[in-house]
Structure formats: C-alpha cells, structure tokens
Nanobody, 113 residues
Framework: QGQLVESGGGSVQAGGSLKLACVMS????????MGWYHQAPGKQRELVAA??????NYSESVKGRFTISTDTGANTVNLQMNDLKFEDTGVYYC????????WGRGTQVTVVS
C-alpha cells in the first residue's frame, strides 16, 4: 500500500517562499496523476497544481507563483510556492490518483504579515 508524506510547511511572511515535498513510499497501483491540494480554513479542498494527462495544470489563483516538479530519484513531488499571499494559508495535501486514490495527511502553511 502506497503512502504519501508531506513536509516543508511552516510560517512565512507575505511575499516569501516555501517549498513543499511529498515523498512516495510503498506500492502505488493504477496511478495516472499526482498533485497538490489546498484547504483554506473553513473551505473545501481545492486542486492547485497537478501532473495530469501528460502535462501540468495550475489553478488560476497560483498560476505564475507555484511550480510543481518531481525528483524521480527521491520519489518526491515538490511544490515551490513563491510570492505567498495571505489567502494561501491552509493545509496542503498531496494526492496520487487514477484507478486508486491516495492522500497524504497534509502540511500546514501560514502566511503572516
């Protein structure tokens, strides 16, 4: 059974940067997409960046500021977040999906003034 573990969250000033990492371990079956979701306080979880359909997709709210990448040798999917805004605050989850669906437990990002 595959596991996803996120890291890299923390508190950062507005305009600053953070890099999140999602380490994949174990066996993943029927996966054809991977991505990062953001859940702001009191709101639903939303997809912000993903590898899907052979390309990358970004939500409008993060386009130009966030970059998703992979480190194949480390079995890691990263999310580089630049020019962070207060509305980027929340929990960030890693997900791998296709025929099966895998989620990490999330990492907290807090943007402060």
């Amino acid at each position: 059974q595959g596991q996803l573990v996120e890291s890299g969250g923390g508190s950062v000033q507005a305009g600053g940067s953070l890099k999140l990492a999602c380490v994949m371990s174990g066996s993943f079956a029927k996966i054809n997409a991977m991505g990062w979701y953001h859940q702001a306080p009191g709101k639903q979880r939303e997809l912000v960046a993903a590898f899907v359909g052979g390309g990358t997709n970004y939500s409008e709210s993060v386009k130009g500021r966030f970059t998703i990448s992979t480190d194949t040798g480390a079995n890691t999917v990263n999310l580089q977040m630049n020019d962070l805004k207060f509305e980027d605050t929340g929990v960030y989850y890693c997900r791998a999906w296709g025929g099966n669906d895998y989620w990490g437990r999330g990492t907290q990002v807090t943007v402060v003034s």
